[in-house]
């Protein structure tokens, strides 16, 4: 475990080598900091909030530099302190690394820097100067005594790394605050292009996505979080027929050749995303789906009203476009195996199958054979393909009770009331605080009429004559947090009560179909049903085999899925032109910044004009629920440029300094 010699941070100040400490405070232990990759040390953290030097020979002064260089080439230039005093405590600190200047360029530094960070008009100019001015204010000795020797500095080996808070928590580390600067300028097409870099699936995501960034947006210290999905939507809709220009299988600079193939196994996110990417980079990619149409989950359980087959389908065509090639009705273990796609010439396999098998509720008298009985995924599925692709009639009846509390669950009540159920019942064994539906969903669900039952526990499916007649049920108290942070839940006793249904759908989750591999393909499973993979390289049991999305991670959504296709990619073109998988500083950074979050108390440090997010107009709920059209509407350019103004651009520059 890495110790600190001496650092400063949100302005408390540790010093171990005279065991002086000024003001201390709370601090993790550094269990991650021994070395950025193997066998080269971390000496030195540094970030917005402040620094840590980790062995006794970095110079400071270098260090600065560095850290300075990086965030002058971020500043965006639309303020003055940011786009000027940067540069100038650059060009001072590079004087002072050459050898030159006298200590009185250290009192011109710190004055610049203090400008800089209390006028700022964003984030990253606000936290800029901070750590500079840690060493300048606790550790002037070591700063003078570096420029007293008047020799060169000998440039360390530092990497650096920018982000913000949104970044962090968008699992394909989407740059949100440059799309968002983008919309600001008026310039749609660049802002489409920064989400793009990342996936192809924007006008998807920006309908469908949970808001990761969002839950982390700084904005909330203020008044509400920046809408950034509704902006995404946005930008994609508005540039909905950029795309048709700017790809194009000629448009690719560096092909691979013909024998270095790819297969990707499902044409769900996981695998639409590391397709995109693997062709970006040049190589030849088939896909192959076991269904007749790609999408995966995205096409088969996300309901018409939220997500248009039309967008996903435009946007998944990309591949196609980019020069590859989709083949449908082909399941892996029927038509094809592992086997089979070497022997053909592939020589890498990625397994993107997703987890489309539904979970039982454990209930007595439960059957998936009996009639009135459908797992949520397999609902939705028939309403998506028979009902609204090929107007086949469903019978639904008069009743339905969906047991879950997730996004499935809430799709399968509301499109029963769009397919004339009269009677919706959701029930939810904890209470609604502890659902982990997108809380949007529910309270959707609600404006339209389904009756909920929070708290409440299937026990027995009742049934006649094959069919099923309703739902025995029993009331639940919350217990005490389980390990996983969740309150338990214990049946309360004689609290057991009927709902009458003609249909019960259990929505708890899925799992992994195993028959697309046999036991000679060695590919190895977890004790929950999923892929094993290495966690560096998304790499399988077998070799040249990688796997990603819904089918290694259990049941997540579709940027998680996304963010995993893309970085099999990485792995798989590594594995391609090296043997094997190479290091990723930036993800290596993250995982470090991850790690000082914790010690993170200052929040917003200039005054920002409340001004809430923009309101999004939806369908009424009692025409709505009766049709299958999408509910949210998109919003006007003025709103978007209003609403891309709330944006406070916290980036954070961050530079580790090591070995080598």
Same mark, same amino acid.
């Given at each position: 475990?890495?110790?600190?010699?001496?650092?400063?941070?949100?302005?408390?100040?540790?010093?171990?080598?005279?065991?002086?400490? #000024?003001?201390?405070?709370?601090?993790?232990?550094?269990?991650?900091?021994?070395?950025?990759?193997?066998?080269?040390?971390?000496?030195?953290?540094?970030?917005?909030?402040?620094?840590?030097?980790?062995?006794?020979?970095?110079?400071?002064?270098?260090?600065?530099?560095? /850290?300075?260089?990086?965030?002058?080439?971020?500043?965006?230039?639309?303020?003055?302190?940011? $786009?000027?005093?940067?540069?100038?405590?650059?060009?001072?600190?590079?004087?002072?690394?050459?050898?030159?200047?006298?200590?009185?360029?250290?009192?011109?530094?710190?004055?610049?820097?203090?400008?800089?960070?209390?006028?700022?008009?964003?984030?990253?100019?606000?936290?800029?100067?901070? *750590?500079?001015?840690?060493?300048?204010? /606790?550790?002037?000795?070591?700063?003078?005594?570096?420029?007293?020797?008047?020799?060169?500095?000998?440039?360390?080996?530092?990497?650096?790394?920018?982000?913000?808070?949104?970044?962090?928590?968008?699992?394909?580390?989407?740059?949100?605050?440059?799309?968002?600067?983008?919309?600001?300028?008026?310039?749609?097409?660049?802002?489409?292009?920064?989400?793009?870099?990342?996936?192809?699936?924007?006008?998807?995501?920006?309908?469908?996505?949970?808001? #990761?960034?969002?839950?982390?947006?700084?904005?909330?210290?203020?008044? %509400?979080?920046?809408?950034?999905?509704?902006?995404?939507?946005?930008?994609?809709?508005?540039?909905?027929?950029?795309?048709?220009?700017?790809?194009?299988?000629?448009?690719?600079?560096?092909?691979?050749?013909?024998?270095?193939?790819?297969?990707?196994?499902?044409?769900?996110?996981?695998?639409?995303?590391?397709?995109?990417?693997?062709?970006?980079?040049?190589?030849?990619?088939?896909?192959?789906?076991?269904?007749?149409?790609?999408?995966?989950?995205?096409?088969?359980?996300?309901?018409?009203?939220?997500?248009?087959?039309?967008?996903?389908?435009?946007?998944?065509?990309?591949?196609?476009?980019?020069?590859?090639?989709?083949? /449908?009705?082909?399941?892996?273990?029927? %038509?094809?195996?592992?086997?089979?796609?070497?022997?053909?010439?592939?020589?890498?396999?990625?397994?993107?199958?997703?987890?489309?098998?539904?979970?039982?509720?454990?209930?007595?008298?439960?059957?998936?054979?009996?009639?009135?009985?459908?797992?949520?995924?397999?609902?939705?599925? $028939?309403?998506?393909?028979?009902?609204?692709?090929?107007?086949?009639?469903?019978?639904?009846?008069?009743?339905?009770?969906?047991?879950?509390?997730?996004?499935?669950?809430?799709?399968?009540?509301?499109?029963?009331?769009?397919?004339?159920?009269?009677?919706?019942?959701?029930?939810?064994?904890?209470? $609604?605080?502890?659902?982990?539906?997108?809380?949007?969903?529910?309270?959707?669900?609600?404006?339209?009429?389904?009756?909920?039952?929070?708290?409440?526990?299937?026990?027995?499916?009742?049934?006649?004559?094959?069919?099923?007649?309703?739902?025995?049920?029993?009331?639940?108290?919350?217990?005490?947090?389980?390990?996983?942070? $969740?309150?338990?839940?214990?049946?309360? %006793?004689?609290? %057991?009560?009927?709902?009458?249904?003609?249909?019960?759908?259990?929505?708890?989750?899925?799992?992994?179909?195993?028959?697309?591999?046999?036991?000679?393909?060695?590919?190895?499973? *977890?004790?929950?049903?999923?892929?094993?993979?290495?966690?560096?390289?998304?790499?399988?049991?077998?070799?040249?085999?990688?796997?990603?999305?819904?089918?290694?991670?259990?049941?997540?959504?579709?940027?998680?899925?996304?963010?995993?296709?893309?970085?099999?990619?990485?792995?798989?073109?590594?594995?391609?032109?090296?043997?094997?998988?190479?290091?990723?500083?930036?993800?290596?950074?993250?995982?470090?910044?991850?790690?000082?979050?914790?010690?993170?108390?200052?929040?917003? *440090?200039?005054?920002?004009?409340?001004?809430?997010?923009?309101?999004?107009?939806?369908?009424?709920?009692?025409?709505?629920?009766?049709?299958?059209?999408?509910?949210?509407?998109?919003?006007?350019?003025?709103?978007?440029?209003?609403?891309?103004?709330?944006?406070?651009?916290?980036?954070?520059?961050?530079?580790?300094?090591?070995?080598?």
């Amino acid at each position: 475990m890495a110790k600190v010699i001496f650092g400063a941070w949100d302005g408390d100040v540790i010093d171990n080598r005279t065991k002086k400490i #000024f003001e201390i405070g709370e601090y993790p232990e550094f269990k991650d900091f021994d070395e950025f990759n193997p066998g080269n040390p971390i000496k030195a953290f540094f970030g917005g909030h402040g620094f840590f030097i980790f062995e006794k020979d970095v110079n400071l002064l270098d260090a600065a530099l560095q /850290y300075m260089e990086r965030v002058a080439r971020e500043s965006c230039g639309k303020c003055t302190p940011c $786009r000027v005093g940067t540069q100038i405590i650059r060009s001072k600190l590079e004087l002072l690394t050459r050898g030159e200047g006298s200590v009185a360029l250290l009192d011109e530094i710190e004055n610049i820097a203090e400008h800089v960070k209390f006028t700022s008009l964003c984030g990253l100019g606000q936290t800029a100067t901070v *750590s500079v001015l840690g060493m300048l204010q /606790y550790f002037r000795e070591e700063l003078e005594s570096e420029i007293a020797s008047r020799k060169p500095v000998s440039r360390q080996h530092c990497t650096t790394y920018v982000s913000a808070p949104c970044i962090e928590a968008c699992p394909s580390k989407v740059d949100v605050p440059r799309y968002i600067d983008y919309v600001k300028d008026g310039k749609f097409t660049h802002s489409l292009g920064v989400i793009l870099q990342k996936y192809p699936m924007a006008a998807t995501c920006g309908r469908v996505c949970v808001r #990761f960034c969002e839950m982390a947006c700084r904005r909330t210290q203020v008044d %509400e979080a920046v809408g950034i999905k509704v902006l995404k939507r946005f930008v994609a809709d508005h540039e909905r027929f950029v795309t048709n220009e700017w790809f194009s299988s000629y448009a690719i600079p560096d092909k691979k050749d013909a024998d270095l193939k790819v297969a990707v196994i499902g044409a769900g996110p996981a695998g639409i995303a590391a397709a995109y990417h693997l062709l970006l980079q040049g190589y030849p990619v088939d896909v192959y789906e076991a269904k007749a149409v790609p999408g995966g989950m995205a096409a088969t359980g996300i309901p018409e009203y939220r997500l248009p087959k039309a967008v996903l389908s435009k946007e998944i065509s990309i591949i196609e476009t980019l020069g590859g090639q989709i083949f /449908y009705n082909r399941r892996m273990g029927r %038509e094809f195996t592992l086997k089979s796609l070497f022997n053909n010439g592939y020589k890498a396999v990625f397994l993107g199958v997703g987890a489309h098998k539904g979970k039982t509720m454990g209930a007595v008298g439960e059957d998936p054979h009996l009639e009135g009985y459908a797992f949520g995924v397999d609902f939705l599925l $028939r309403i998506n393909h028979d009902y609204i692709d090929r107007g086949i009639p469903m019978e639904l009846g008069e009743k339905m009770v969906v047991v879950g509390g997730g996004n499935v669950a809430m799709d399968c009540v509301r499109s029963a009331l769009r397919m004339g159920v009269r009677e919706v019942h959701l029930v939810y064994r904890r209470g $609604r605080e502890e659902m982990p539906a997108d809380h949007e969903e529910v309270e959707g669900a609600e404006k339209e009429g389904v009756i909920f039952h929070f708290l409440t526990h299937p026990t027995r499916v009742i049934s006649e004559n094959g069919k099923v007649r309703g739902l025995e049920l029993i009331r639940m108290d919350l217990g005490e947090p389980d390990e996983s942070g $969740r309150r338990s839940v214990t049946p309360k %006793e004689d609290s %057991e009560f009927t709902i009458e249904a003609d249909h019960v759908i259990p929505a708890i989750g899925q799992q992994v179909e195993h028959g697309f591999v046999v036991p000679e393909d060695n590919v190895g499973f *977890s004790g929950w049903g999923t892929i094993q993979v290495k966690t560096e390289s998304l790499s399988t049991s077998r070799k040249g085999v990688f796997a990603g999305g819904d089918c290694v991670t259990g049941p997540a959504t579709l940027v998680q899925a996304m963010a995993q296709g893309a970085e099999a990619a990485r792995c798989i073109n590594d594995y391609l032109t090296c043997g094997r998988v190479r290091f990723n500083p930036e993800a290596r950074m993250s995982r470090l910044v991850d790690d000082v979050q914790p010690m993170i108390r200052t929040g917003v *440090s200039i005054p920002i004009k409340h001004e809430y997010r923009v309101k999004i107009r939806e369908l009424d709920p009692d025409v709505r629920k009766k049709m299958f059209e999408e509910v949210e509407k998109p919003i006007s350019m003025e709103e978007a440029y209003r609403e891309a103004n709330r944006c406070m651009r916290c980036y954070r520059v961050y530079s580790v300094i090591t070995e080598q």
